[in-house]
Every structure is written in C-alpha cells, then in structure tokens.
C-alpha cells in the first residue's frame, strides 16, 4: 500500500495517564487534527498543528525508546486513513498498542490485538450527537469505554448508557472527571453511592507535570 503518510501533532515519550495501562511509560503519537468540539478540549492545539511524516519516520521515532507502549491519540487519530498501516506495522513489531478514540468514527476496521479506549460524549461535552452506538457491540475484552464527566447529569447519563448498552459486561468502563467541574471526592461518592461497577480515573499526567505542561 502506498504511504500516505499521517498528519504528525507530536511524538513524545512519557508516563501513561489513563486508562488501565496508568503507570506504564509510553510512546504517544498524537494524530492532528479532531472532527469534534469538545467543551472541555485540553489539546486544541493538535486541531490545526501538524507536519505530514512518513510511516518510517515515525516508526524510527518510535524505536529510539525501549518501551513496548505506544499510544496513538490525539486529535482523532481514526480521522486519519494511514492509523491503519501504522497499526498493522507497529503489532507486527511486536508492541502492546492501544488507541484512544473519541467514539465518532466506527472501530469496525481497527485490527482486534490494539487495545481501543473508545470515548463516549456525555452531554456536556457538547458532542454526545456524534457517538457511533453500534461500537458498543464491536469491543473485546482488553478495550475500554471512557466517560468524561463534567457534572451530575453528565454521571446519570453514563449510568444510563451503561445500562442501556450493557457496557460492564463488554469490558472495562471508566469514569473521569473534568478538571475544575467536579471535584474528584464528588464523582467518587457518586460512583460509590449508585454502587457502579466501574474504574474511576483521574487524569495521572497532571498530577505528575501540572495541568498546562504539553508533551507529557
Ligand atoms: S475529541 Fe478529544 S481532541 Fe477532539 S475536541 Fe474532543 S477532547 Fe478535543
């Protein structure tokens, strides 16, 4: 297949943040460009900035850090058709990888052994509209569905979606708050109130560098 080439924001080495590999240092590769608008969007700056790089210029970028980790984000990273070849070659090497996806595109294509963490648009975000449902029923197990929860009727609604898309039993589901809408102690207690079955997160890169530092 020919290399198009991706629209590159940035490459960058760092401790995973979220998801259930929190902890892990991971190369990320952040796509450019998003076809949503979130409210609450921390990396406006991946929408426009960006420099087209070959499949092996990225893959050389990748290789100069030992770890097996390698995020693909963004931005959207499945707005982008060369994510696909990228995929292929980095499972095909041999590393764990895993793709956060903000639930707007279908993960019909993407390859089973990439660990997908597929976000589902509360209302406040301002793009619940936007969500392909029919991903719910295209999980395995090792994927996960991301919340982001900005306020009360934000957790209901997940509640709600969980249920009606039976989602804890597909795999993992993960409850986030947005900074400076919920106090974590909040969520929390809503989690631990309704006796939901989940993971709640906090966003552990922010903790470690602060909340503005890009490239962590
Ligand atoms: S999907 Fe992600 S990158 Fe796109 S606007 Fe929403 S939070 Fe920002």
Redesign the pocket.
């Known amino acids: 297949m020919l290399d198009q080439g991706l629209k590159i924001n940035e490459i960058f080495y760092s401790i995973q943040g979220e998801s259930l590999l929190v902890g892990k240092p991971t190369v990320f590769v952040r796509l450019a460009t998003?076809?949503?608008?979130?409210t609450?969007?921390?990396?406006?700056y991946?929408?426009w900035h960006g420099t087209v790089m070959a499949l092996d210029a990225i893959l050389s970028q990748i290789r100069n850090h030992k770890t097996r980790y390698v995020c693909l984000t963004?931005?959207?990273p499945l707005g982008q058709q060369g994510i696909y070849p990228l995929m292929d070659r980095l499972l095909k090497e041999g590393y764990t990888v895993s793709l956060e996806t903000?639930g707007?595109f279908s993960i019909e294509k993407v390859p089973a052994a990439v660990i997908k963490v597929v976000?589902l648009?509360c209302p406040d975000?301002g793009?619940a509209d936007t969500m392909v449902w029919d991903n719910c029923a295209l999980v395995q197990p090792h994927d996960q569905f991301k919340f982001?929860i900005a306020s009360k009727e934000d957790f209901e609604w997940s509640q709600n979606a969980c249920e009606r898309y039976g989602l804890i039993e597909k795999c993992a589901v993960l409850y986030s708050p947005v900074a400076g809408k919920v106090k974590p102690a909040d969520l929390a207690r809503w989690i631990l109130d309704a006796q939901a079955p989940v993971t709640m997160q906090v966003q552990m890169h922010k903790e470690i560098w602060g909340p503005h530092q890009r490239g962590v």
């Open positions: 998003c076809n949503l608008r979130c609450y969007c921390d990396t406006r991946a929408f963004g931005g959207e903000n707007s976000d648009k975000s793009e982001v």
